[in-house]
């Protein structure tokens, strides 16, 4: 069955140190998004791909990188670790074509900055 | 900008009532989507349901049932009888219809509403 992935699922790091977090779907999809959430926050949108070499920045992008290199895979860098990154970091995907169709979540990464 | 705000928390019932989760948005595209998703304490996020700007028609599915009112800009969400399994975060989020390519812009979600179901 098609899936998407995260790694890790827990993390504990030092401020300023560089932190990547994987996401990996095996739907083919070409849209891959990736979410914050925190208490009282909701999930807010960080980074979001169209496709290999695209990436766009979402509402609270700074801090973090994205690259995608190909359909299957969109790294999350954080290149300086804050303890305001400290979160819940949700990957998702969907299928192109619109955006009605619906994302598709991985389960999550809870990052601790300390 | 598109805005999400779901005004209730937290709500709290007793097993088998109803309660009706209200969602309200902004937006200024006239073609954009709506979805509700469950977040159990597990943690993980679950589909349940969307609906297209165009597309009023109110959706019933087992105990679960959306009303979608553009008029007040309302998308709520009503569980009767509810269960237990019902416990949970629940989120409406709003997509606007993205560039013309084909792409998808990402959810604008809400804070959720905390649903407590009492035994």
């Known amino acids: 069955d098609a899936e998407i992935t995260q790694s890790p699922r827990h993390k504990i790091t030092e401020t300023g140190r560089q932190v990547t977090l994987a996401c990996h779907q095996t739907w083919n999809h070409n849209n891959m998004f990736w979410y914050r959430q925190d208490l009282g926050h909701g999930l807010r949108l960080i980074h979001y791909s169209y496709g290999v070499q695209d990436t766009n920045k979402g509402e609270v992008s700074d801090g973090y990188s994205v690259s995608r290199s190909n359909t299957e895979d969109l790294p999350l860098t954080l290149e300086s670790a804050a303890s305001s990154q400290t979160s819940v970091y949700f990957c998702?995907?969907?299928?192109?074509?619109?955006?009605?169709?619906?994302?598709?979540f991985g389960p999550g990464t809870r990052l601790t900055v300390l | 900008a598109q805005k999400v705000t779901q005004a209730q928390t937290e709500i709290s019932v007793v097993e088998k009532e109803d309660v009706t989760l209200d969602c309200v948005y902004e937006t200024r595209d006239t073609t954009y989507y709506l979805f509700w998703y469950k977040q159990p304490p597990s943690g993980e996020l679950v589909f349940l349901i969307r609906r297209n700007s165009f597309d009023e028609q109110n959706e019933i599915s087992g105990r679960y049932s959306w009303n979608f009112q553009k008029s007040t800009s309302s998308f709520n969400f009503t569980i009767t009888a509810s269960q237990v399994v019902d416990s949970a975060v629940y989120f409406c989020a709003l997509s606007e219809a993205g560039y013309s390519g084909g792409g998808a812009d990402g959810l604008t979600f809400g804070k959720g509403t905390h649903l407590i179901i009492q035994p």
């Open positions: 998702a995907s969907s299928e192109s074509g619109s955006s009605y169709n619906e994302q598709f």
